[in-house]
Each structure stands twice: as C-alpha cells, then as structure tokens.
C-alpha cells in the first residue's frame, strides 16, 4: 500500500514570530532571520562600503533581535527588520561623527507600525559614500536644534531611541495624539531644514 505524507504548509513568517515570541527559540529565529540576511547585508554594504562591515552587522542584527522579538510584537517582519538594519548602520556611522552630539542616542526598540523612517531624510539613495551619509547627519544635528521642545524631544524618543508612541507619551507626558501630531510638524520641519 502507498502511503503519501501529508504536505505540512510552510511556516509563515507571522507563525515563527509567533513561536520565537512564546519559546525564544533561536532555531525558530533562524527559520526567520536567514531569508532576510541578503537584505540586510546589502543595506549595509549601502552604509558601509565595506564586506567586512556587513557581514558582521548580519551577525549583530541577529543578536540584537533575540531579546528585540520576544518584547515586541511585529506586523511586518521584512519591513520592520530593513528599518531596524537602517537605523542601526545610521548609529554606528553616527559613532564614528567627529562632532560630538549634544544627547545620548540609544537603540532600543522599534515601533513596528511605523512605516516613515524619518532617517531616511539623512539618507537619500544617491548617496555614494559614508562620509555623504556623515555630512547629512551633521547637518541633522543642526536642524534638529530648530525645533520646539515639544517636537525635538518627540522625535529624539521615536527616531533616534526608537521609543514606541505610548512610550514615547509616558516619558514626555504628552497625550499619544500630541506625540503623532509633534511627530508629524517635526520630521515635516526637518526635511524642510534638510533641503535648503
């Protein structure tokens, strides 16, 4: 007699993310992380211009989503992880900045519903080498400076700490709708100062 084996429906992405959230098993991981790290080498390679540089930020991306997937809960997987990769090549070429900035950025955690990645203002595609993207970032720091308090402290948490918006309202005090709408004036100002 033939038996057929039962075709098992391939694992979706949501499905792993929902069994890494629940087991923080690094295989399950894994299962997620490998079809993206081509993305996220070339993503690096366009900040860093170096192979040597990228290969280890695959591998520093992947540590970073071990806790990163277990705290937060993530729509779009793909989106979110070029986001996260985008941001941080943007921080370690910001490490490299001989002006020294005026607060502390760190990398937390990322708001997976938020699909404008005001980075990208400092980043634009024609961009050749990391001392253009460098450049950019100077001149960031300076328009970020044009800011109201409101706006500046706002986008500071969201972008560059990758604050969630509730979190981002717990911090400053801010009603959740006066974040998103601080948010909204402020990264319109910035690319406003970032193109004269």
């Known amino acids: 007699m033939l038996f057929f084996k039962k075709k098992h429906k391939p694992e979706s992405k949501s499905d792993l993310l ?10 399950v991981l894994g299962k997620l992380y490998e079809p993206q790290m081509e993305m996220v080498f070339a993503i690096s390679m366009k900040y860093f211009k170096d ?7 695959v591998m520093e991306i992947f540590e970073a989503l071990i806790p990163k997937l277990r ?15 985008r ?4 921080m370690e070429l910001r490490k490299k900045m001989v002006e020294v900035s005026d607060y502390e950025v ?39 400076k044009t800011l109201n308090l409101e706006q500046k402290q706002s986008v500071e948490l969201f972008f560059m700490q990758e604050k969630t918006y509730q979190e981002v309202a717990q911090l400053t005090g801010f009603e959740v709708n006066k974040v998103k709408s601080y948010l909204q004036n402020g990264k319109r100002n910035l690319k406003s100062c970032m193109e004269k």
Request: negative net charge; contains cysteine.
């Open 106 to 144: 760190i990398n937390d955690e990322e708001d997976e519903n938020n699909s404008n990645n005001f980075m990208e203002i400092s980043t634009s595609e024609h961009h050749t080498n990391g001392l253009d993207v460098e450049q950019n970032l100077i001149k960031l720091e300076d328009c970020l």
């Open 87 to 90: 941001n941080y090549c943007l």
């Open 18 to 27: 929902i069994e890494y959230r629940q087991t923080g098993d690094l295989a």
């Open 71 to 85: 705290q937060h809960e993530v729509e779009n997987f793909k989106a979110w992880l070029g986001m996260v990769t």
């Open 51 to 57: 192979q040597e540089e990228a290969k280890d930020t």
